[in-house]
C-alpha cells in the first residue's frame, strides 16, 4: 500500500482516540517508575496500579511490554480479528467430560483454614519480551494478604536476563532477585471476595460475564481470561474452584489437546480454548488432574503463610 493509500484509508476510518495501555502493561510499567524512583531508599518501592476496572486476579500476570501504535493499519487488523473472533464456536464433548472430571477432582479435595492476618502465597514461572531480542525468563511469588487491608510482597527472580546495567530503564528486571511491596489496593480482587463468589456454576458464570462486560473480543473469551486468572487461588477454595471448571465447560469452543505443556515443559492434558488471539490451553496432570497452568505461564505452587517472604509448609 502506498502511502496515499493509506492516507485515503485512515480518512474513511473513525478515529482511533489515544493510545492506551492494557491494564496489565500499565501497572508493569508503574512497577518500573516506581523502582526506578525509589531504588536509593531503604525501603521496598511501593506498587501502584492502574484505576479503573477491578483487576482480574489478586497477582499480576506476565505480560509483553510494549506500547500500542494508534494507526489505521492497526485498526484494520482489530477489526479483522473482530470478525474471526465472532464466528460461532462449537465444543468438543470430550472436553466438557474432562472439565467436569476436573471439577469432581477439585470438589472432593479439603478446604484451607484462612484467617484475616494470612497471605495468599502464589509462585509462577513465564516470560516478559522487552523486544525481539530481550526475553527474560523470571519466577515470581507474590504474598497478597488475606482481607486485603496489609501490604503484601511481590519477589522476581529474573533466571535469564541482562546483568544490571545503570542506564536501563527496565533494570529493576535484570538478572538476580528483585522484591517488590504490594501495597493494598481496592482493584485487586482479595481472598475473602473469592469466597463470596456463588458456587452455583450457572450464577457464577453470570457473575462472570457481567463483571467482564465490554471487555476482550467476545464475551466468551473475556469470561474465559476471567476464569483462568481465578484458577491459581481458587485452589484453596474446592467449592469455587469446581464451579469455576463447570462454569468453563458451559462456555462454548473447547477441545482436548492430548499431549500438552505448561511453560516449564511439564507434560499433561490440555483443554484448548479459542481466544481472540489464537488459543489458550490450561495444562493438567493427566493422574491427579492438578492445574499445571499454560504454555505461557507454570503455576508452581499455592499456599497459605503467616507472613510475607516465607513459603508454605509442606
Do not use: C
Request: no cysteine; proline share 7%.
Amino acid at each position: 500500500m502506498n502511502p496515499d493509500e493509506r492516507d485515503e484509508l485512515a480518512r474513511l476510518l473513525p478515529s482511533p482516540g489515544e493510545p492506551v495501555l492494557t491494564s496489565d502493561r500499565h501497572d508493569l510499567l508503574k512497577d518500573h517508575l516506581m523502582r526506578e524512583l525509589t531504588e536509593q531508599a531503604p525501603e521496598l518501592p511501593a506498587v501502584a496500579t492502574a484505576p479503573g476496572r477491578r483487576a482480574r486476579a489478586p497477582r499480576r500476570r506476565f505480560a509483553v511490554i510494549a506500547v500500542p501504535l494508534a494507526t489505521a493499519a492497526a485498526i484494520v487488523a482489530a477489526v479483522l480479528a473482530g470478525a474471526v473472533g465472532s464466528r460461532t464456536a462449537t465444543t468438543d464433548a470430550d472436553a466438557v467430560d474432562l472439565l467436569n472430571r476436573i471439577a469432581e477432582v477439585a470438589a472432593a479435595k479439603k478446604s484451607v483454614p484462612v484467617r484475616d492476618d494470612q497471605y495468599v502465597y502464589v509462585r509462577t514461572q513465564g516470560s516478559m519480551k522487552f523486544s525481539e531480542h530481550d526475553i527474560r525468563i523470571l519466577r515470581e511469588a507474590s504474598w497478597t494478604a488475606v482481607d486485603g487491608k496489609r501490604a503484601g510482597l511481590r519477589r522476581v527472580t529474573v533466571l535469564v536476563g541482562p546483568p544490571f546495567r545503570p542506564r536501563d530503564p527496565f533494570s529493576s528486571y535484570s538478572k538476580g532477585t528483585h522484591d517488590m511491596r504490594l501495597n493494598p489496593d481496592p482493584n485487586v480482587t482479595t481472598f475473602r471476595e473469592l469466597q463470596a463468589l456463588p458456587t452455583d456454576p450457572d450464577a457464577l458464570l453470570e457473575k462472570i460475564y457481567a463483571g467482564t462486560r465490554g471487555e476482550g473480543q467476545t464475551r466468551e473469551s473475556a469470561a474465559l481470561e476471567k476464569i483462568g486468572d481465578l484458577l491459581a487461588d481458587a485452589t484453596l477454595l474446592p467449592e469455587l474452584d469446581a464451579a469455576l471448571y463447570r462454569a468453563a465447560a458451559r462456555i462454548p469452543g473447547v477441545s482436548v489437546v492430548t499431549d500438552a505443556k505448561d511453560y516449564t515443559g511439564r507434560s499433561g492434558i490440555g483443554l484448548s480454548f479459542k481466544e481472540r488471539d489464537g488459543r489458550t490451553v490450561w495444562v493438567f496432570d493427566k493422574n491427579s488432574l492438578d492445574f499445571l497452568g499454560t504454555a505461557d505461564e507454570a503455576l508452581l505452587a499455592v499456599g497459605i503463610t503467616d507472613k510475607t517472604g516465607e513459603t508454605p509448609a509442606t
